[in-house]
């Protein structure tokens, strides 16, 4: 005994950098003789050590005037020793003044800095439980309790997941002891707090609370009903996962994550996008990770290529996949190859949008309402000189075509926008400079126009009818700067009317 106080007098000097006789004093004089004392005292028992020591002469016979001088520092340092005490005790670890470092104590400082009461008192459990058990997804169940347990803490400050890890007693663990404090004070307190003292009976019925509350009522409740007397919820929290992850469950899911991997495929349709194929695989392959049957990021790249569909048929990422297959960077990273994957097909779907919102845009503008360039009346030739007769609703020269539903001068009969000579399309596709020299400033304004909706994606009801508006005024204006048209001859008496065609012929 004698010597563990020597012992522990000696560190105090040397570690925590104290005088002999500011040491004697604390362990001796004092009777904080061992890390227990520290380990149940506060910070107002320290503060009233400080107090006391620091009215104590130091050399009565020879100095009467002189007592000690313990200063804030000094103070701060054993709280922080209490603190390391406190942590020692709760992991079952014997003291060594290796363990005890200045940097150790500040290590231990900090995670109990971070708790909300550094005392032994409880700890705040979230009253926010995880989704009752559906019945269902068994997978999403034995996550959701897990990652409850990881996010909270108990009696003591601890993550609850130290209640339900494998081995109560750490000693027991053949994995080889990483070290104090390795790799974190967090992982040193979950791998090794003990499962005996009051702090983990209250932590496990905390565990229990949580159980009952996803369970009861539900399939998994049978499960873990018979430790309701107990509230065991270490014991009811390892039958669930024996039960819903036990072999025949990981069966399974592994049967469940191969199929996936050999019937799902991508060919770019927008009903299944690129995002919720790769969430599939991704989630297949995780499986199969969980169960065992873990493949190599080379191996994933390799079957997730074969599940992206070649040809015409296909998903269009010919190109993209063999540059995939040439990249070590994406070969060797599952993740990397579908981020460069999905920047090619998000391009590819911008493209197609941008051809589809085109047409759209131009047949909105060159097919209005009542108003618009077609005619609605029915058309009808006769054989003294072929002349038809325009429908209803005919404007500014643009009368109905003979043979049929009358239209206007821009949009033939299966959608097609002409431009007003007849000869070309009018889209927003690129043309030569001899054919853009020929149009005339209402086919280049529709044009122009038709490009910039386009690059906007789908028009508006407002667009397409500014557009119109625009449209009809740039016409009114040519029509206005041209020679006025020769006069029609004059009509026999069997026809009725006249009519001037223009567009394709």
Not at 410 to 438: A, E, K, M, P
């Amino acid at each position: 005994m004698a010597a563990a106080r020597i012992a522990w007098r000696n560190y105090i000097r040397d570690v925590l950098d104290f005088s002999q006789d500011e040491a004697q004093a604390i362990v001796i004089e004092q009777g904080f003789s061992s890390p227990a004392f520290f380990a149940r005292s506060t910070r107002e028992n320290i503060d009233s050590l400080v107090k006391q020591i620091n009215r104590t002469v130091i050399d009565p016979g020879n100095d009467p005037d002189t007592t000690f001088s313990i200063n804030q520092a000094q103070k701060i340092m054993l709280y922080d020793l209490c603190d390391y005490c406190r942590f020692i005790y709760m992991v079952d670890r014997q003291h060594d003044p290796a363990f005890g470092t200045q940097a150790n104590l500040a290590k231990i400082n900090r995670y109990y800095s971070h708790l909300k009461n550094k005392s032994n008192e409880f700890e705040d459990i979230s009253e926010v439980m995880p989704p009752k058990f559906d019945n269902k997804n068994t997978v999403e169940l034995m996550e959701s309790l897990e990652q409850w347990l990881k996010r909270n803490r108990g009696k003591g400050g601890t993550l609850l997941t130290y209640v339900i890890r494998e081995y109560q007693n750490p000693d027991d663990n053949p994995t080889a002891d990483p070290g104090f404090l390795m790799p974190s004070v967090e992982d040193e307190a979950i791998r090794r707090s003990l499962h005996q003292e009051d702090q983990f009976v209250a932590n496990n019925k905390a565990v229990w609370n949580m159980l009952y509350s996803v369970c009861h009522g539900t399939d998994a409740w049978p499960v873990i009903k018979g430790y309701k007397t107990t509230e065991n919820g270490r014991q009811a929290y390892l039958d669930l996962v024996a039960h819903y992850q036990g072999e025949g469950q990981l069966n399974k899911r592994r049967d469940s994550a191969y199929h996936i991997l050999n019937t799902t495929h991508y060919n770019g349709k927008k009903n299944f996008s690129f995002e919720k194929f790769a969430a599939r695989v991704l989630g297949a392959f995780e499986d199969l990770k969980n169960c065992g049957d873990g493949m190599s990021e080379h191996a994933k790249v390799t079957k997730f290529l074969s599940m992206i569909k070649e040809g015409p048929q296909g998903a269009g990422l010919d190109a993209c996949k063999t540059l995939v297959r040439g990249s070590q960077a994406c070969m060797q990273n599952l993740r990397t190859a579908i981020n460069t994957l999905q920047t090619e097909d998000t391009a590819q779907q911008t493209h197609r949008l941008t051809a589809i919102s085109g047409t759209r845009a131009l047949a909105a503008v060159d097919g209005g309402g009542r108003n618009s360039n077609r005619g609605r009346g029915r058309g009808r030739e006769r054989d003294n000189g072929g002349r038809d007769r325009g429908g209803r609703n005919r404007t500014r020269n643009q009368h109905g075509r003979g043979g049929g539903r009358g239209r206007g001068g821009y949009r033939d009969h299966d959608g097609t926008v002409w431009s007003n000579d007849g000869t070309t399309t009018l889209n927003n596709g690129g043309y030569s400079q001899d054919t853009w020299s020929r149009f005339s400033d209402c086919d280049r304004r529709v044009v122009l126009q038709a490009r910039e909706r386009a690059n906007s994606r789908l028009m508006s009801e407002r667009d397409i009818a500014e557009l119109n508006t625009l449209r009809e005024q740039n016409c009114d204006q040519q029509q206005s700067d041209e020679p006025a048209p020769t006069p029609a001859p004059a009509p026999s008496s069997g026809n009725v009317g006249s009519g001037v065609q223009h567009g394709r012929r």
